[in-house]
Each structure stands twice: as C-alpha cells, then as structure tokens.
C-alpha cells in the first residue's frame, strides 16, 4: 500500500504570500490530519477533515485553512505568510474519525522557508 | 488545555543499560495513549499504543492515572533504538465526537556504543 504523499517537499516563500500545500492519504484512508512541526514548539496540530468536513481545530489563527476533497485528498491553505509559518508541515491519515484513537500514518512532510 | 510534559530533551544512555522516556499529561481519563518515533530520515510512526497493551521493538509504557504518567521503557537499549520519540494523549473532548491529539515537544534518544 502506497503511503501518505505531500507535495511539493520543499517551498520558498516571501512574506506576505499564500501558500497551498496537498496531502494525498492511504488508499481508503477519510481522515487527515494536518500539524505544524517547529525546533521550538514541537508538533502542533492544526486541524482534522473527514468526509470533507472540518472535524477539529487546533489554536491557530485564521490564515491556516485546509479543506478535504471527495476522495480524501486535503489541501492545506496559508494566507499572508509569515516569518514565523517557517516549519515542517506533516499530513496525517487514518482509517476513522478522532486522531486519540486511531492510528496516524504520516507523510513526509513540507519544508515551509518563508524570507 | 492539555498539558504534555516530556521534561527531557535529550537523553543519552549506553547500549545495554534501561532506558526511560517520561511522559507527563494533564488531562485526566483519557481514553488512550501513544508514543510514536521518527528515526533519522524517516517518517513519523506509531510505536505503541497504551490501549493495546504490546509490547514493541521491546518497549512497554505503564499508563499511571494517579502521576498522569505514561512513561516508555526498554530493558536493555540498542544502537537503533536512537531517535526522536514523541508522547501523545489525547487534547480532549472537542466535539462532533472527536478529540485530537497533543504531542509533547519529544525526548532524542541517543544511544552510545
């Protein structure tokens, strides 16, 4: 089974720009789980989509928006970038609903270098 | 909100000699536990589960309610053993029958020859 796909792996971006990273998850996978990854703050989550509906958010503000598509794929939207979005962002998936009880597959995460 | 509490940031121990990560959370009842790993240019992965009760690559963790602890533990540490590991309860009961999960800011595992 393929695994969890990000794409791209690696972005360069100027402040004040949006970005839109994918995630593409385990085949049959309908959750995924989107998490900002930082030397200082470790990892932080950010939301949760099943179905294509949003199922939880994390504490950031509004410029981090993703959204799911039919077939599972989610897309994560950052809007008037800052220097401090500079991070590793990991997708995860899973089978169900509610990353505390099951397992999350995770990707290999976008190098986000916002200048 | 949830507090995860993983006090080291490194720990170095000698192949052969236990090992002990600590994990403290501050939600209490949580209905399940993980630890998870990411070894050198690997992926985030799940190592183990509380609620399965298994033990893997040799590693247990002892759910302790009354400490709110959740510490992992290996006998006798390996050379591949090194890496990044990362404990996760839950955050809490966040609606629409769902809770997320929290991870602590993870403990690196250097294993010495």
């Known amino acids: 089974k393929a695994g969890v796909t990000q794409t791209p792996r690696y972005l360069i971006k100027t402040r004040g720009q949006q970005v839109t990273l994918s995630c593409s998850p385990i085949?049959?996978?309908?959750?995924v789980s989107w998490y900002q990854q930082t030397p200082g703050q470790g990892l932080q989550f950010l939301f949760e989509?099943?179905?294509?509906?949003?199922?939880n958010k994390g504490n950031f503000p509004g410029r981090f928006s993703g959204r799911q598509f039919s077939n599972s794929r989610s897309e994560m939207n950052v809007s008037t970038l800052e220097l401090g979005d500079s991070a590793l962002y990991l997708c995860?998936?899973?089978?169900?609903?509610?990353?505390?009880?099951?397992?999350?597959?995770f990707g290999p995460g976008t190098r986000l270098t916002v200048l | 909100a949830q507090r995860v509490t993983q006090p080291e940031k490194l720990l170095s121990v000698f192949k052969g000699a236990p090992v002990e990560l600590k994990c403290n959370y501050s939600?209490?009842?949580?209905?399940?536990l993980f630890w998870y790993v990411q070894y050198s240019r690997q992926r985030l992965q799940l190592l183990l589960r509380?609620?399965s009760r298994e033990s893997i690559k040799g590693f247990t963790a002892d759910l302790n309610k009354g400490e709110t602890s959740f510490h992992l533990k290996k006998p006798f540490a390996q050379e591949e053993d090194s890496a990044m590991y990362y404990c996760a309860p839950p955050e809490g009961y966040s609606g629409a029958g769902s809770y997320q999960l929290t991870f602590g800011k993870g403990t690196k595992l250097s294993v010495i020859p």
């Open positions: 995860a998936s899973s089978l169900r609903q509610g990353s505390s009880y099951n397992e999350q597959f």
């Open positions: 939600y209490s009842g949580s209905p399940e």
């Open positions: 989509y099943f179905s294509e509906t949003q199922r």
């Open positions: 085949s049959g996978h309908r959750s």
């Open positions: 509380h609620i």
